[in-house]
């Protein structure tokens, strides 16, 4: 048997992308197993602007044996306990998508069902905050990390972080380059590949460089330089579902209060982020060429800052949906060259990381083997899809009138997965999260009923328990939270500490 | 105070394991104070209760209901059951054990069983993958004693189930119910009245004129389906050109020896046949295709391979492997054999019905019968019954064993997502859980490998690691495991000392 083994990996393009490939490759496959290579230009910008991430970012950290508190100080980061929606169900109101559950399940069912039953018709977003450790703690700008306190909410804080994606990007470098990943700079020219397979053989370089390799990632952003322009690997076009198309992002001074969550304000064409870091905020409009001009979009935001503006605006195209193949013969996509989902909920980062751990999973070992490439495609379309979902229905369950984009996605037909889960959800309140699906029923819990969805009924399980008992039930856990929150310190305090970037000191 | 919609009467026509386990978890979990619970039964109808082996969430679903687990094994002359042995299914003289619990532990984010084939493959002494597994080790050595809670000891990773006697498991249940204020009619169903508006069922009339109204009806009346097949015409799904077995004979024989700690499968030339042990008595069945055996000789190889004197005389199934078109259609919802037939195999049967009235009370409907409840309960039923015949399918396809019928099974076309499960794991060893199937990666991994699938290759991600470092840790593990079961008191021993049921009065 001949030895097939991928000796010599490829990754093209830097970035958040590139290089957050590199760390796990370096990590979990050392460099005996196969050398590791890179190729980026300092020409080509990277998108990476203010990030925010979700939890799950804490997995990546543990398994690349990151230090935490030096990560954060190394990319001016903050944490994050949420986002907070503005304007997004109607003009006025708003709502926190926190981290972590709420309240308790007892006797088998789950907290919602005796949230639902015990207000009645009458909660709003406030009355839920009251059950959620992070959304209470995010509302008072307080933040720890979870301490061991036995039962207490405190042992249990969710989490994730804000950073700047350059400095990210940068850090991760280091740490690859430490562990034998080998950069080469230089803008591609060409994509060769092989005339009989059609696998990817090697790229060039403007200087005349040729780099091959076994296996190929491709990082080089929405234009999939080798996925696309050479493997024609084609994409699924969602943008009846998700019209925006456009962004313009522009950091700022920070304002007095360093807030630990994101905030997402819906616009009349499109909604606008707001990410706080360390030395400054990041922000973004995100909006629709069909609905607005770029001219009225850039107005928006450059009056809609917290502080003065630090740069001038930069513009950004895309087109929501996936590669119909993610991985095609010896090339796999990762990051924006995979697809695009607006960051309305930070996935960006974690789809990322997930298109790593699969590769991982699936790794060739001895050549390619179909099996496993189509596992992975289906896995990694099922992964989007379900994102897509969740996103969709922020646009769809809107009750304003005032502009054209929000009367379009209030009306337009949603996919099936989404009509379904919310019709169980208007029956008797009831979520089911199903398959490994990215979002759990917390974070379906807090869309939906903080974007006005209102179950016509409690789920009967709940009637398992005394009205009087979970009443008393329930008063205990508002009680406990409340109390909880009070023994964290401020967001600021906290990282003034613990991780002040002014005292990062490089390894 | 509870909805006006709230459902008033939920009626079980029939009783048998799946009504009275159905019975028990509606009247612990649906007890408002508003809905009333309604068993009707036959003593003249017998029941099939030949499901008496379990996999491990019964006990999840025992703790749910409240029931204490040593009571409940001495009114059912409950045995443990550590997994399975398939004797004879690779071919004559093969055996291997389908054990719970997991195989050794992950190495850096890696499965145990890479390291495992790798080493085997640089020639190392690594022995046979079930050493790295507590529960089947225990089970070689026939002892038992629960896990340990401190996820550091290798104790903890003991996983086990139950072997039961049915008949006294939907009795044991029975009273559960009853004291829980359900209340059981006497009577044979005579026929089903349907509303003439929509369809639904409005009441089930007995054989001496008595009717009973609902609004929520779950058939539990067996293969005879007289609810969701019989009245309302839901279809059958049929599969048995995957899975053609189509006939058992079951019969009870007298306790040998010390029960053993694990269901036995032995492959037979048109079929197989289970050992149960429970504390009193062994429990022993033939499943066969009668298309390549008939009944006599069935009969035959059964009685003459059981040990100990038979009780009673073999008694006769019948069935078709399938499942119904809907589970739960209108107003009824189908539990047990009314809803489908897979064989107990992997002794699945008890586990559906849990999973099923589990499932109906997390959906459970309103007068309204909001069709979203029953359009998810149907779809989430119906993947992970699908799941599970991929998975029995599986047990047939990959075999040596040769002969008509074993021809037959081995060369059959097999469902794609079983295909493609099978392609993964021979090329690379990889498995993956699909989505929320039953049965995991370990489950598979232990089929696959026990029915002569080898991976051609290791997962490459096991090569981060120094081959001699790792040589050091399996050798660990493999050591830690056979300490660990030695060291278990004897099944026989934990019985008397947890449970020991009274003899059986004749």
Known sequence: ?507 | MNSPHTLSHIVIAGGGTAGWVAAAALSRLTNNGETRITLVESEEIRTVGVGEATIPPIAMFLRLLGIDLSEFMRETQATIKLGIEFEGWLREGHRYIHPFGDYGRDINAVRFYQYWLKLRAFGKDVGEIEEYCLAAMAARHQRFAPPDPDPRTVQSSMAYAFHFDAALYAAYLRRYSEARGVRRVEGKIADVTLRSEDGYVSSLKLADGREIEGDLFIDCTGFRALLIGKAMGVPYVDWSHWLPMNSALAVQSERVADPLPYTRSTARPAGWQWTIPLQHRTGNGHVYCSDYMNDEDAGKILLASISGRPLTAPSQLRFTTGRRAEFWSRNVVALGLSSGFMEPLESTSIHFIQAGVTKLIALLPDKRFNPIERDTYNRLSIMQFEQTRDFLILHYKATERTGPFWDYVRNMDIPDTLAQKIELFRSNGRLFRFEDELFGEANWQSVLMGQGIMPERWDPMADALDVNVVAKQVQGIREAVRETALRLPTHQEFLTRFCAAPEPVD
Not at chain 1, 484 to 502: G, K, L, V
């Open chain 1, 1 to 507: 048997m001949t030895d097939k083994r991928v000796r010599k990996i490829l990754i093209v393009g830097g970035g958040t992308a590139g290089w957050m490939t590199a760390a796990v490759l370096a990590k979990l496959l050392k460099n005996d197993y196969a050398d590791i290579h890179l190729v980026e230009s300092e020409e080509i910008g990277t998108v990476g602007v203010g990030e925010a991430t979700i939890p799950q970012i804490g997995t990546f950290n543990r398994t690349l044996g990151i230090d935490e508190t030096d990560f954060v100080k190394a990319t001016q980061g903050s944490f994050k306990l949420g986002i907070e929606f503005v304007n997004w169900g109607a003009l006025g109101e708003r709502y926190i998508h926190p981290f972590g559950a709420y309240g308790l399940d007892m006797d088998g069912v789950s907290f919602h069902a005796f949230f639902l039953k015990h207000h009645a018709a009458r909660y709003g977003p406030e009355t839920m905050d009251q059950y959620n450790l992070q959304a209470l703690a995010a509302r008072q700008n307080r933040f720890m990390r979870p301490v061991n306190a036995g039962n207490s909410p405190l042992s249990k804080i969710a989490y994730a972080f804000h950073f700047d994606a350059s400095l990210y990007a940068r850090y991760l470098r280091k740490y690859s380059e430490a562990r034998g990943v080998t950069r080469h700079e230089g803008k591609i020219t060409s994509v060769s590949l092989h005339p009989e397979t059609g696998y990817v053989q090697h790229v060039q370089l403007t200087d005349g460089r040729i780099l091959d390799a076994d296996l190929f990632v491709d990082c080089t952003g929405f234009r999939g330089l080798l996925i696309e322009q050479a493997l024609k690997a084609g994409y699924n076009d969602w943008s009846h579902w998700l019209p925006c198309d456009r962004a313009v992002a522009v950091p700022c001074e920070n304002a007095e209060r360093l807030t630990p969550y994101t905030r997402s304000t819906a616009r009349e064409a499109g909604w606008q982020w707001r990410i706080p870091l360390q030395h400054r905020i990041g922000n973004g409009h995100v909006w629709s060429s069909a609905f607005t001009t770029e001219e009225r979009a850039t107005e928006i935001l450059m009056s809609n800052l917290d502080g003065k503006a630090l740069d001038a605006p930069r513009h950004l195209r895309f087109l929501a949906g996936h590669r119909k193949k993610f991985w095609e013969k010896n090339c796999v996509a990762i990051g924006l060259s995979a697809g695009f989902i607006e960051p309305l909920e930070s996935t960006s980062i974690h789809l990322i990381q997930s298109g790593v751990a699969k590769l991982m999973q699936m790794f060739p070992s001895g050549g390619f083997n179909q099996p496993d490439i189509d596992r992975y495609n289906r896995v990694t379309t099922f992964e989007y899809e379900r994102i897509r979902d969740f996103i969709i229905l922020h646009y769809h369950l809107n009750r304003r009138d005032d502009s054209e984009l929000w009367k379009y996605t209030q009306n337009m037909p949603v996919p099936d997965y989404l009509t379904d889960k919310m019709a169980l959800f208007e029956s008797h309140g009831r979520i089911f999260r199903e398959n490994e699906e990215l979002f759990n029923d917390t974070s379906w819990f807090a869309v939906m009923i903080g974007q006005g969805l209102k179950p016509r009924d409690y789920d009967p399980v709940a009637d398992v328990q005394s009205a009087e008992e979970t009443a008393a039930r329930l008063t205990n856990i508002r009680d406990t939270i409340a109390t909880s929150a009070t023994y964290m310190p401020t967001h600021e305090q906290f990282i003034e500490e613990n991780c002040d970037a002014r005292t990062y000191v490089p390894a």
